[in-house]
């Protein structure tokens, strides 16, 4: 079982950024590579919402309303994932969660907290 644990989170005004790691243990680096590793982020009442996503090819996808403001990336030496978070906006208040995806099981971190002031 994989295990990840998220930082970086905090307060932080609009226009402001932030960059959320995700550090994976009880995976070899070279298993780490080729995991495809997610950040999602949920608010009170709503579902989770898949945010970015980086493949074993480090093809990278993101959700609609961060594209050109986020990126994630992945340091396999480190056995981290990051999210730089750039140019935040009130709307991007969540809690961000970390998910590993390997042969059909799923792993997840504790979370961590961003808020955006207006």
């Known amino acids: 079982q994989v295990q990840l644990v998220e930082s970086g989170g905090g307060l932080v005004q609009a226009g402001g950024s932030l960059r959320l790691s995700c550090a994976a243990s009880g995976i070899s680096p070279g298993t780490f590579s080729i995991t495809l590793m997610n950040w999602y982020r949920q608010t009170l009442g709503k579902q989770r919402e898949l945010v970015a996503t980086?493949?074993?090819?480090?093809?990278?996808t993101y959700a609609d309303s961060v594209k050109g403001r986020f990126t994630i990336s992945r340091d396999v030496a480190k056995n981290t994932v990051y999210l730089q978070m750039n140019s935040l906006k009130p709307e991007d208040t969540a809690v961000y969660y970390c998910?590993?995806?390997?042969?059909?099981?799923?792993?997840w971190g504790q979370g961590t907290q961003v808020t955006v002031s207006s």
């Open positions: 998910n590993a995806r390997l042969l059909g099981t799923d792993s």
């Open positions: 980086i493949s074993s090819s480090s093809y990278t």
